[in-house]
Structures are given as C-alpha cells and as structure tokens.
C-alpha cells in the first residue's frame, strides 16, 4: 500500500471546541498548522451542546472562581485533579470573554451583559445555594460556540482538512510522537502528517454505549490511537449518564432545562428529587439525579405503558421563557418525543452521556504516562485536549457547564504548549518511524483482505448491548466480571471485521470498520477499570460497595484515592495518585457529598 | 413487535467501479423503534454497507445528513417515516446541483466557497475590552433567526439562481450569514459588506422565488434577510 508524507508545524486531529481553540493558537502564531477531521469543523459534536459554559462572570449575581473550583471537586467526588481544576475554574472568565470577541452570540442581561443561568451542581458560596453560571446563547450555546471558533479559524486562515479520518499516531521506539497517518475519505489516498506537535482534540466515545446522547461519529479514535500506541488510558469506569435523555431516542434534552424551572416528576406526579438532595433538588449533581431516577424507575414509579421513564415537566414555566430560553428544547421535544413541551412533560431517561476519563494530560495539555518511578512524565510532541484527555478536572462526575469550559481552556493551554515547544524546537523534523506507519498499513491491509469475517453493524450492536447491560448506571459485581469475559470476546469479532465494500470513494463502510476498532479499546478499557474498581465513587456505583458509615456513599478513599491506568498490552491496570494540592489556594478536603 | 416493508429507490453512484449513475430498488423491514428517515437508512446501510450517505449528530444540528427526499430537499435525521407515503418507493438522491463525489454524498467546496466569500466572521478592530462588549437584549434579538443556520445546504441547493450561477451567487447560506453579522451590533465592517455585495450577481440573482424558506429544516427565512440588505443598500444609496 503506497502513502505520501506531507510535513507540518503541528498537526491537530479534530475540529470540535477544542480542535478548533487549539487552532486559534497555533494560527494565529503564524505556525504550519493541518487540522485534520473526519466531518466539516461545525458537524462536530460540540455542536450538540446545550445548556452553557460556565464562568464565574457574576453578572447575575456575586460568583467567585474559588467557589466554581470547590464545587467542581465536590462534583469529581474528589477524583479531579485539585491543580488543573484551579487553572481551570481561574481561566474561565478570559476564555470566555475571548469567545464574546470572536463574534459568540451571547445572551445578554438587561445590562448588555453576557446572560448566565443556574447549572446543576453549581453553588454560591462553597455549597450553599444555586447559582447562575452557565454563559448560555439560548439553548444552543455548543452551535453558537462551534461556528464562532470554525468563523476565527476561518479569518486565521487555518488550514484544514476536512474528512481525512486519521488511523495511527506515528511514534518511534524513544516514545517521542511525530504526527499521525490519515485517510482522505474522498481518494482512499494515505498520507503521513508528519509533524512536531501533535494535538489530539478527539471527542468521547460515548457510541460504546447502546442509548447514547452522541452522535454517530463520537467513537473514541483518539483514544484508540493512543492505546495501540502503548499510551495508558485513564479513569475510563467513568462514564456520566445524563439524567435526561428523550426516552426512546436518546436526544439530549439540556440541564438549563431545569436551571430556568423544569421538574422531574415520577408517575405520581410526586417531585421525587426532593428526597434525594433536599437542598439542591433538581439542580443537584447529574450522577446524583441519573441515580435517583433510576431508582424511581426500579421502585415501580416509572411513566408509560412499561413504567421505564419519568417526566421532565416545564408547563408551569410561562411560554415567553421557554421560547426564548428554550427553543430547540421545545423543537427536539415535538421531533423526538411528540410532546408540546409548552402543555405536556417531556418522557426522559438517563442515557449515556460523557466520557470523563481519557488521555492523561497535565494542565498543560500535555500527555503524560508513568516512567520508571515517576508518574506523570511528558510524552514528547504530544498533547491532548476536551473529552479525549483526562486533566483530570472532571473526576468520578463531571458538572453540567464545565465540558465547555475544559474544551476553551484545555485547547488554549494545549495550543500554547505546542507553541511554546515549536519556538524552542530544531528547524528539521526527527526522522519517521518506518515500524509504526507499517502497522496501520498492515492493519487496513487485513480489513480490505478479510474473507468470512464478522459484521461490523452487528459486532458493534454486540459491543454496545454489552457496555449498556453490564457497566451502566448502577453496578453490580458478577455483571461486571461476566461483562470482561462478554467484551473480550467482542474483541475477538473486531479482529476479523469484514466489510464488502471495496471501493476507494468515500468508503464509509471501511470508515465504520476503523472506527469500530477505536470504539473496542475504550469498550475493553472501561469494562476492565470499572470492574477492578471496588468502591463506589461518582458514576461508578456498585453493589458490592454500598453506603457504610465507614465508607459513606460506599466511596473508600483509604484504597481508592486514585486514577486508574489502563494498558492494552495485556489489558494491565496500573494507579496514580491524586493531585489534592491546587496551585496558589489550600487543598479542598476530602468530605462526604450531599447535595 | 410489528414491522412492516419500507421500499425505496436510491441514487447509486461510484466512480470507482460505475460507468455512470443508476436507481437501486432496496427494501427493509422497520418497527416501531425507526421513527426518522436516517434510522431506516442506517438499517439500508446494515443491510447494503456499499450506500454512501453523511450524518452524525442525527438530531437536525449537525446538518450533516441533508439529502433529497422524494424531490424535496431535507434533513433524514427530522424526517419521520410516517411523513412519506408507503404506497411508492421513497425516492433518495443527493442534494441537487453539486457534483456528486458518490451515491448521496455530494461535493461541496461550491457552497462553502460562497459561504467563506462573505467573510464569515466578526470584524472589530478596536482593541478587545477587558469584558464581554455591551449588547442589549433588543440589539442581541437581532441574530435571531440568523445564527442557528447549520450550513446543510438544503436551500442554496434548492434554488434555481444558485444551480444557475454558483460560482458568482452567493446563495441563500450565504447570504443569510452576511446578514447575521451586518446585524450585529459589534461588527463594524457593515459598509464593507454592502460593498462586496452590491454586484449584480452575489446578491442580486435572488429573485424571491422562495424555495430556500420552504425547505430550511431550522425554520429560517434567508428571503427575508436578503430583502433586508436589498432595504439597507436602497438607503444608503439616497
């Protein structure tokens, strides 16, 4: 199979909010940039956010980042890394503001000011009351987000190239990352973008589940680009449920639906959420909320014919709000669920949502792995950035708002690092590592040659009835080891995908096919780190470790404190301690979470 | 579970082993679970994965999966199936007047030149504030309608002035982009952009005829936006 090498500054793979932000930097520092992705910039799933981005602007009323910074850790359950979330919760104000000056069409305040709503999980005042955060452009603000960035990239004049599905990172036998083979979807041509830096801004993998609030194209490549590259994946038993998926389609219905008023009600009618967190109600935690409807629905107080959804209900809100507060909410409701939101309650489940581990980066954004005895060690020429990379900000539970949020300052911080490292880096490029570009070749060689192989439509129904059955809201102990058995026999059929279509056009079966083997490393990665881990903590909750009043809400921090790393070579599991040490503040102290 | 056999015909093209384009007669069975067009298709695409179609957030805002439905332009994903008459074959064929790279994808650098052509982004050249600049909540009102556009194509691709001339009109995409930052009340190149418009092409081959406003799957009017620069030229030019 023949390919060309093409030579860059940077390369950065993925064109979504933080693909694009890291873009920004390198652009406009007047670097040779390619920016790689498997759709046009603005279809990426950022695109789908709703609800806002959080900022402790205070235009609404008296905010603070030392407040945002304690409640994002209370929302990790203490899993976030306590230095990046500081840089993070610090820089929210700037990245956001910057957004504004790129043309971002804000809501705005009877001042003229950036218009900010209540969030779930965000508090005044170290946990004492909701308060509004959420920067939000109606319920749009990943649309309006995503398009501001691609329209700044447009007058950088980025240079992108757009649907090349990127296959293998290129990294030598040093460890030092020198760019990445990709496809162009359109020629079938192969090419090396052979560069210094490269940014991996990859998106989730939330299509490992089967009800899923992702779009089809959220498959984990960068995940499974790292892995195959012998890079640890971090925390990835960590999967966010949202509360509030349209039941039956899976369609995101947002948190600021509930920030502006709404309520979740069970089928009698009872506000149910009052007795799970009493003080923030509806406005607690998503992993609180998802837990507590499930819970409702196991109990027998379930809607509909098969009592397996409860209702989001704004029909006490007056229409003017939800018009303007909530268009596409009142538009999704009609299109997936039938309902007119302005006179019926929405039918909702939890559904698969955010994938809060992922590459282990410093706040930098640079990809760090464990070293002889150290833990976080520099990956040279790597970095990574969004819901591919894990910082850690977001922990056992990430809050609504602060995907966003991570994606502007992570990209920014990851595009600096890059062009911090370019200014100091040798004009010549290291030479390129023959073995490494040999392996994907050989890797599409056997997809294209495989004769009486398995499907990739139905190998990848099997792996996502798997994930959804056997590691979902709540856990349990035998389901989780059956599961590690189930999903490495999975792994077995992704091995010998067949697809019949041979053609170099735009090939979108074998595309699927690439994707499917990214989607079976996260699979692996999750099943194996969940069912290793034996407390509850977060997302992950299971059986075996319920509340105690040794270990209260079954978190056990005495053995579990600390990150998970998953290795593929021979799916090992390796641990690393938690930053509890933030940057300029005192630590946040371990407590037990009530909402 | 009921199901029941939906037929369609769908335009089949691959340069890499067709002479030239032919209709596939395919059929499926669905159940109550396919509610939109792009659920039956990813069925089709189980059944024959040699069918080439985009689409990714399948929820009408990627604007990925816009196709023509039966004659008429459309997203699959906001399609539901109970929409289209079961008695005929559902007829599928990609967007009209692009090339097409294969089957119902089509190539669409023509319609992101024009939408790149009207400088897609905020012009502001006074040096950035500390804070966010000052909107009103009226001034912000403006953008309604303008900044939801998700660039599917379903209306350039729906108008015949664009067919026509898509190298020199603008189209309705592009058009109502324009708009959306002669709009705003922070861009300050308002004067430019009627310049690069004022041309008896770009902006003026839109005679009304309205198609871009019955087919945009978000409930925009690119028309009106039009007539609206058509208003701000007329003023300026007394």
Same mark, same amino acid.
């Given at each position: 199979m023949k390919y060309t090498v093409r030579k860059f500054d940077a390369v950065i793979v993925g064109a979504g909010g933080a693909g694009l932000r890291a873009a920004i930097q390198l652009s406009e520092a007047g670097l040779k940039t390619a920016v790689i992705s498997k759709v046009f910039p603005t279809r990426s799933h950022t695109v789908a956010a709703q609800g806002g981005v959080a900022a402790s602007l205070g235009n609404s009323e008296e905010d603070h980042w030392h407040w945002h910074m304690y409640d994002t850790i209370k929302g990790s359950d203490w899993l976030g890394d306590q230095d990046a979330i500081e840089f993070m919760c610090r820089k929210a104000n700037e990245v956001v503001v910057e957004l504004e000056h790129y043309g971002m069409p804000f809501d705005r305040t009877d001042a003229g000011k950036i218009y900010q709503r209540p969030f779930g999980g965000h508090m005044s005042n170290f946990g004492e009351k909701p308060v509004r955060r959420s920067c939000a452009a109606a319920d749009r603000t990943g649309h309006a987000m995503l398009h501001a960035m691609y329209q700044r990239n447009v007058k950088a004049n980025t240079q992108f190239f757009v649907e090349w599905q990127a296959l293998d990172l290129v990294r030598d036998a040093e460890g030092e990352v020198l760019g990445v083979t990709a496809m162009d979807m359109e020629t079938g041509e192969i090419v090396v973008f052979h560069a210094k830096a490269t940014i991996f801004a990859t998106g989730g993998a939330g299509r490992i589940f089967y009800s899923s609030t992702n779009a089809f194209i959220n498959t984990g490549d960068g995940l499974g680009m790292a892995a195959r590259a012998g890079i640890p994946l971090e925390d990835l038993e960590f999967w966010q449920f949202h509360p509030t998926g349209v039941a039956g389609a899976g369609v995101l219905i947002t948190e600021g639906v509930r920030g502006e008023g709404g309520i979740l009600r069970n089928s009698q009618g009872e506000r149910f959420m009052e007795r799970y967190a &009493?003080?923030?109600? =509806?406005?607690?935690?998503r992993d609180v909320v998802s837990r507590a409807m499930t819970t409702e629905i196991n109990e027998g107080r379930g809607c509909g014919p098969h009592k397996d959804f409860v209702l989001l209900d704004i !029909?006490?809100?007056?229409p003017e709000t939800i018009m303007k507060r909530l268009p596409g909410i009142h538009e999704i409701a009609l299109q997936f669920a039938g309902v007119d939101a302005l006179k019926e309650p929405i039918p909702v489940v939890p559904t698969a949502h955010y994938q809060m581990g992922g590459i282990p980066t410093n706040y930098h954004g640079q990809v760090v792995a464990p070293q002889g005895s150290s833990q976080n060690v520099a990956v040279p020429g790597f970095y990574a950035a969004g819901e591919c990379a894990c910082a850690s900000v977001h922990g056992a539970n990430r809050l609504g708002t602060n995907s966003l949020l991570d994606l502007l300052v992570f990209g920014k911080s990851a595009g600096e690092s890059a062009v911090d490292q370019l200014k100091k880096s040798p004009k010549a490029h290291k030479e390129l590592h023959q073995e490494s570009i040999d392996k994907t070749l050989a890797r599409l060689d056997r997809l294209d040659g495989q004769k009486d192989g398995a499907s990739v439509h139905e190998t990848r129904l099997t792996l996502q009835r798997t994930m959804q059955n056997h590691c979902g809201v709540f856990r349990f102990a035998d389901k989780l080891k059956e599961g590690v058995q189930k999903i490495l026999d999975v792994q077995k059929d992704v091995q010998r995908t067949e697809i019949k279509d041979k053609s170099k056009v735009f090939n979108t079966a074998r595309i699927e096919a690439l994707e499917l083997d990214n989607l079976i490393e996260v699979a692996v990665a999750t099943m194996i780190s969940a069912e290793a881990r034996k407390e509850s903590r977060g997302a992950h909750v299971r059986d075996d470790a319920p509340d105690t009043p040794a270990n209260p809400n079954g978190r056990d921090d005495k053995n579990w404190l600390k990150h998970t790393l998953w290795f593929k070579e021979g799916n090992r599991l390796d641990y690393k301690s938690v930053k509890l040490t933030p940057l300029t503040v005192e630590s946040i102290a371990l407590k037990t979470r009530a909402y | 579970m009921t199901t029941r056999n939906i037929q369609f015909k769908i335009y089949r093209y691959d340069p890499d082993k067709d002479a030239k384009p032919y209709m596939q007669d395919i059929s499926v069975d669905i159940d109550? !679970? =396919?509610?939109?067009l792009l659920d039956v298709m990813v069925k089709l695409k189980a059944k024959d994965d040699s069918i080439a179609f985009r689409r990714s957030?399948?929820?009408?805002?990627?604007? *990925?999966?816009a196709l023509n439905i039966n004659g008429k332009n459309g997203l699959a994903c906001l !399609?539901?199936?109970? *929409?289209? &008459?079961? =008695?005929k074959p559902i007829v599928l064929r990609p967007l009209p007047g692009l090339p097409v790279i294969r089957d119902l994808i089509v190539d669409m650098t023509q319609f992101f030149k024009q939408y790149h052509s009207i400088k897609p982004y905020l012009i502001n050249n006074d040096p950035p504030p500390e804070r966010e600049r000052l909107q009103s909540p009226e001034d912000r009102e403006e953008l309604n309608g303008l900044y939801e556009c998700i660039l599917c194509a379903c209306c350039s691709t729906s108008c015949p002035s664009f067919w026509w001339n898509p190298d020199k009109f603008v189209g309705p995409a592009g058009l109502l982009a324009a708009y959306r930052f002669i709009a705003?009340?922070? =861009?300050?190149a308002t004067s430019e952009r009627l310049d690069d418009l004022d041309d008896p092409y770009r902006l003026f081959r839109c005679h009304t005829i309205m198609n871009c406003v019955d087919v945009c799957p978000k409930g925009l009017n690119p028309t009106k936006a039009i007539g609206k620069i058509k208003d701000m030229m007329v003023k300026r030019a007394i």
């Open positions: &009493p003080n923030a109600k =509806d406005l607690a935690s !029909t006490h809100l007056p | 109550a !679970t =396919d509610r939109k957030c399948r929820e009408g805002v990627c604007g *990925s999966d !399609t539901a199936i109970d *929409s289209l &008459p079961i =008695d705003d009340t922070r =861009d300050q």
